[in-house]
């Protein structure tokens, strides 16, 4: 029995490699269903997100290295490449090494983001491609399934997914620490940087329904304004609206400040000393720092964001270090099981063996009594059906014990010669 996964991602690739070998979500289950049906059956999963491709598949028959080559063949002739493009860039793990990854992929320890939730959503629907094409064998199905779990356990007794690790997250969490209730606020956009985007979008999100876009370009302010039905302002009249920004996020292109301490005490004066949360994420910066020294104005720039995601950071390194011990348990969890898989072929023919030579002996025994009737017949069948129970029990409990604690392979092999039975 085999187990094994190939791919690349993003610590070991560059995203030129990626979408390379990537699956459009739509062809995945033709992709399955040929895979397998060139591995002659087996199970096969493949996975593919913006940040990794991989192959999952598990044969009863071909070896480690036979599948390699397998998978290799086919993500050549599918993406009509050759070997050589990508061969030397894949990731391979055999065995409980693949499972041991997989735990860490679907528990988001392997993730660019430490903690993202999306990947196990991600993991759960290659997966369910995977058995509506009737290529999630026993072993794969046992396998998904004890990631979900570990998935699950990691998340629930761990803090891995703990504080936001993205500046336009962070700045949203920081607004609402400021502000009760985000929808009655006006959010103020000066400029049109793709972090100010971000930032809007989530702010959004999280109730804001008032938005007003400041930039010296018009058409760029009505574009950006306009999904959210906002209103676009023109960057000289900035000063005049100012007052009205309960959040303000500024990220223009200016060689220096363009906003000053003096502006803000004119505005919190219309404002009746409400406060003003505000977002400098310009390099170089657009807000003066001493307008963060004015009563009820909550300044952040770019450094202040990205001191608060490294310690968000840090606190998912630190929990991810437990979480590993988790996926640790798991694997060895996975590891009992897969043993007892490989010994069913063995115990089973000892059973039927053992059935066997009661059948022929049972038969021979009535056949000598041919005035038993019906009923007698059945208790003397009961009879020798309890006793090669009771002989087995023993045996099968012994066997399955040695083989969670010694070589499976040798163990077996053993039990055969002992038995009688030929090898597999």
Known sequence: MSLLVTGLNHHTSSITVREKLAFRADTIPSAVFELRKRLENGGVVILSTCNRVEVYVHHGVLDTDTLFERVCEFLADWHKLAPDDFKSSLYTYTNLEAVGHLFRVAGSLDSMVLGEAQILGQVHEAYLTSQAEQAADKVIHQLFQKAFGIAKSVRSETEIGAGNVSVSSVAVDLAASIFEDLSNKTVMIIGSGQMSELTLKSLVSRGVRHVVVVNRNTERAQAMAEPYGGEALPFDRLEEYLHRGDIIISSTAAPRFILHPEQFQRA????????????????????????????????YNMDDLEQVVGENLETRRQEAARGMGIV?????????????????????????????????ELAKTLAALPDLTEKQRQEVAYLTERVVKRMLQSPMTQIKHEIGHHDPHTVLHLVRRLFGLKES
């Open 328 to 360: 640790q348990r798991g694997v060895e969890q996975f590891e009992q099981w897969m043993r007892g898989v490989v010994a069913e072929p063995t115990i089973t023919s000892i059973a039927e063996e053992f059935h066997r030579i009661r059948q022929e």
């Open 268 to 299: 919190l004066k219309q404002r009746g000393q409400e406060p003003m949360f505000v977002i400098d994420i310009a390099v170089p910066r657009d807000v003066e720092p001493g307008v963060g020294e004015l009563d009820n104005v909550y300044l």
